[in-house]
């Protein structure tokens, strides 16, 4: 099973939007409404910000939102802030009973 | 509040065997999975798979081949990793975390605990 696929990196100024994909197949992200977003800040364990695609848990900053077209998920992050600066990482539950996590997105923050 | 509190730190040789637990608290453990993922030095988070605490039902990643052994304790809401025959490419984080079954998400996550695989 291939890792989805990310930018390596993407960067925007305080204030600004951007928008990180995540390409997989139609066995995976386009199958399944299963598609969740984690932040991970060094040496630290990921925390949930999206799930279930477009949905967001109680604590997560509004700036977060999720969308998908067709075999392709999007997380966009509106309002940049200097705290945002992390690794995101997009994962998928699959058609053969398994998870796939996306190669993983550096976000810098100018 | 929910947590789950993973083992410590382990070096291990080559061929060796290691067994990660996590603790969890906070919930009733029966009614969600635990899955176990990890993350090489630079590396993505790869998937290594879950164990329904409720069910018993266990998944494992392929590229495991057999290596790798889910267990739990129900009384002590734990859940082991056990991995054996190790190489240097075992060498990384591992994270154990929550799910709910058939949600598709992990809401909270294990601090991970750093093996490393080395003569």
């Known amino acids: 099973q291939s890792a989805l696929t990310q930018p390596a990196s993407v960067s925007g100024s305080p204030g600004q939007s951007i928008t990180i994909s995540c390409a997989g197949t139609s066995s995976d992200v386009g199958a399944y409404d299963y598609v969740a977003w984690y932040q991970q800040r060094p040496d630290k364990a990921p925390t949930l910000l999206i799930f279930g695609v477009t949905r967001r848990p109680s604590g997560v900053s509004f700036r977060f939102s999720g969308s998908r077209s067709g075999n392709t998920a999007s997380l966009t992050i509106s309002g940049l802030h200097a705290e945002d600066e992390a690794t995101y990482y997009c994962?998928?539950?699959?058609?053969?009973?398994?998870?796939?996590f996306g190669t993983g997105t550096e976000v810098t923050v100018l | 509040q929910v947590q789950l509190l993973q083992s410590g730190a382990e070096v291990k040789e080559p061929g060796a065997s290691v067994i990660i637990s996590c603790r969890t608290s906070?919930?009733?453990?029966?009614?969600?999975?635990v899955q176990w993922m990890r993350q090489a030095p630079g590396q993505r988070l790869e998937w290594l798979g879950w164990f329904n605490a409720g069910t018993g039902h266990i998944r494992y990643s392929q590229k495991l081949q057999g290596r790798a052994t889910f267990l739990i304790d129900t009384s002590a809401s734990t859940a082991f990793l056990a991995l054996t025959r190790l190489t240097s490419e075992d060498t990384a984080v591992y994270f154990c975390?929550?799910?709910?079954?058939?949600?598709?998400?992990?809401?909270?996550w294990g601090q991970g605990t750093q093996v490393t695989v080395s003569s």
């Open positions: 994962s998928s539950y699959t058609a053969y009973n398994t998870y796939v």
């Open positions: 906070g919930y009733t453990f029966t009614s969600y999975s």
């Open positions: 975390a929550r799910d709910l079954p058939d949600t598709g998400f992990f809401d909270y």
